[in-house]
């Protein structure tokens, strides 16, 4: 431990030179943190709101309004298949509400309620009312009820273009997370768009699959494409494609500031260190000749190091945050932006990253250490 | 030969390999427990060459050297580290003592090297040590806010801390006024007779010199004399 309690000694006795170079390493680690997080979140809240509540892979008739047969043979294969959270048949009618003078294109999306939750997360995103989705009931998007000033209990008079138009109670008012669709759609039970349709029971306009993990989606749509010859099986990474590529160069960017911000951590530790090690040439050369080790002198500059990286990482971490915690208040405050959450493992890596470079850093002086010849320094007093 | 503290035997040393400086040449003497000697000889004549290889700073050209019956050549530079910080104290002539830390501190150092635990004996032994020196009520100070006088006094603490059987001091009193200088010899003497504790001090004044059991004189890397003061210690009393 005398390695330690010198390091300690020789940090303390310059502390401004300590403090400025733990100033360095913390503001690197702060926005490393800070950085990370940002990105991470960012791509996280956009990936969301293109994929949370919408399918990730989509099966479909290649011709649009003819139905998908839902068939024994593809309900086995798609529960059968590793990684599927939720499968979702659903039935689409295009409808026009009647407003008065207003007509309103709407897309009826139907299906049980149950069933609608695992993808659109109705209940969840219900903001007035309920969303049951019985015979007779509707459930609109919030945009479209402030638009015409609806309410749960309101009656609603739509019009399919085949047979009689037909009117909906109104439960529920959600918020599906994106103004088109509070405008555009609208949820109803699986029977109304089937009569309408004049789709047999096994009949739908769609089965609409979600994953796991939404990028391991391109793998399982091949499977499925080859298993059902003549069904379209859309891949929401392919009709994301150019967001997809914003993305990952977005994430290359990051990667980029990141290891600069590294670099340059890692050379301010060893600059301070080989100062240090210049000016503490005398008290190794005496250390050495009061019969230290070259192991141990060294070690005094591992443990400068250590101490030094492991509180600026400390100080980072904490500034980092901070930072976070600052950054989520203000676009909260100006109702912009999305929320940052820290990412543990980000961070559990810009701490083993900070540590490590320090580390690496007292490598010079160590080298320099162990070479130091005590009769050069005895001798020029 | 067996029973001696110190044996060289026939030590040179060269420095350099393009540029050849002999510094000392042949040189052969034995030292026994508890002697006061002197090395006289002018400057440039191999006496602080001549105190690194007896302190393990250095290693020979040529010879060997046996301290306490350990040929130094046998030794790695580990061995050789750890055999200093037991069995040897240096003084030299800047005191070299270490800014950070405090005049207690500095003295416990070597103890510190070593390994051992710092135990109530080790704090009795660092007390006495201070007192010896006439450093009462200085251990906590730290070791730059003393006298040159004191620097030096805290540095021949450093040196006896772990009760050395050899102190080695490179012209010890070269930076201190005539006062200072009489109180440092007369500290070594009580040390080498009240512990049994054998001095090699390195000086060129004839006078301190004069006050010890032996004198050994290099002359361009030799030893040209080696002599025994039978009147040494009448004189110091
Ligand atoms: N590190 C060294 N490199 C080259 N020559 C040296 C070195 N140290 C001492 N010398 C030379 O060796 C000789 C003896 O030096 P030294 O032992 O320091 O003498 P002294 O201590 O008696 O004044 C001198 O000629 C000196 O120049
Ligand atoms: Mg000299």
Do not use: C
Not at chain 1, 46 to 61: F, M, N, Q, R
Not at chain 2, 102 to 108: G, P
Request: hydrophobic content about 45%.
């Amino acid at each position: 431990m005398l390695p330690l309690k010198i390091a300690w000694r020789f940090l303390r006795k310059s502390p401004a030179q300590t403090l400025l170079i733990i100033a360095g390493i913390a503001v690197g680690i702060a926005v490393q943190v800070f950085i990370g997080s940002l990105i991470t979140s960012l791509q996280g809240s956009l990936v969301e709101k293109t994929i949370g509540s919408s399918p990730h892979i989509t099966l479909a008739d290649p011709t649009d309004g003819q139905p998908v047969v839902y068939s024994a043979f593809m309900q086995r294969v798609l529960a059968g298949t590793k990684g599927v959270s939720a499968i979702v048949p659903v039935r689409e009618l295009n409808v026009l509400y009647s407003n008065g003078t207003d007509k309103v294109p709407l897309t009826l999306t139907g299906g049980e309620a149950g069933k609608l939750n695992l993808i659109y997360r109705l209940s969840q995103r219900t903001v007035e009312g309920v969303s049951t989705l019985k015979q007779g009931e509707i459930v609109i998007g919030t945009d479209l009820a402030k638009k015409y000033l609806l309410i749960p209990g309101d009656k609603m008079l739509l019009n399919s273009g085949s047979g009689a138009p037909v009117s909906l109670l109104i439960t529920g008012i959600v918020d599906l997370g994106s103004s088109a669709a509070n405008l555009r759609t609208a949820f109803v039970g699986p029977d109304l768009p089937r009569a309408q349709l004049g789709f047999r029971a096994d009949q739908y306009s769609a089965i609409q699959v979600q994953l796991t993990d939404p990028f391991g989606s391109t793998p399982i749509a091949t499977a499925w494409r080859g298993q059902f010859p003549g069904v379209k099986v859309s891949d929401w990474q392919v009709d994301n494609k150019d967001l997809l590529q914003a993305l990952s160069s977005q994430s290359l960017s990051s990667y980029m500031i990141q290891v600069f911000v590294l670099v340059a951590v890692a050379l301010g530790i060893a600059s301070t260190l080989a100062i240090s090690a210049v000016q503490k040439v005398k008290q190794i050369g005496i250390l050495k000749a009061l019969g230290m080790a070259d192991g141990d002198t060294g070690a005094i500059f591992v443990w400068q190091s250590v101490i030094m990286g492991v509180s600026g990482t400390a100080l980072g971490v904490l500034t980092g945050f901070g930072l976070i915690a600052g950054f989520t208040f203000g676009t909260a405050k100006s109702g912009a932006g999305f929320p940052i959450t820290p990412q543990p493992g980000f961070i559990a890596i810009s701490v083993a990253v900070g540590i490590l470079v320090a580390l690496l850093s007292a490598i010079i002086p160590t080298r320099n250490t162990a070479r130091l010849d005590p009769i050069e320094v005895i001798q020029n007093g | 030969m067996a029973d001696a503290l110190v044996a060289a035997a026939g030590l040179g040393k060269v420095y350099g390999t393009d540029i050849a400086t002999r510094a000392l040449e042949e040189v052969s003497f034995e030292i026994g427990a508890g002697e006061f000697v002197a090395i006289v000889g002018r400057s440039g004549s191999g006496k602080s060459t001549l105190l690194n290889l007896l302190g393990l700073l250095d290693t020979p050209s040529e010879g060997t050297l046996h301290l306490r019956g350990t040929e130094s050549n046998s030794l790695d530079k580990r061995g050789r580290a750890k055999l200093r910080n037991e069995l040897l104290g240096f003084v030299f002539q800047y005191h070299h003592l270490l800014p950070e830390f405090s005049v207690r501190e500095n003295i416990l150092m070597p103890y510190l090297i070593s390994g051992g635990p710092v135990d109530e004996a080790i704090g009795a032994r660092v007390d006495e040590t201070l007192r010896v020196l006439g450093l009462d009520g200085l251990g906590a100070k730290n070791a730059n806010d003393l006298s040159g006088g004191q620097k030096q006094r805290v540095a021949i603490g450093r040196a006896l801390m772990n009760r050395p059987a050899i102190v080695l001091a490179d012209e010890p009193t070269g930076n201190l006024d005539t006062e200072n200088t009489e109180a440092v010899y007369s500290l070594f003497r009580t040390i080498n007779e009240e512990w049994g504790t054998t001095f090699l001090i390195v000086t060129h004044d004839q006078d301190i010199a004069s006050m010890t059991d032996r004198i050994l004189e290099l002359r361009d890397g030799k030893l040209v004399q080696d002599v025994r003061n039978a009147y040494a210690g009448a004189i110091t009393r």
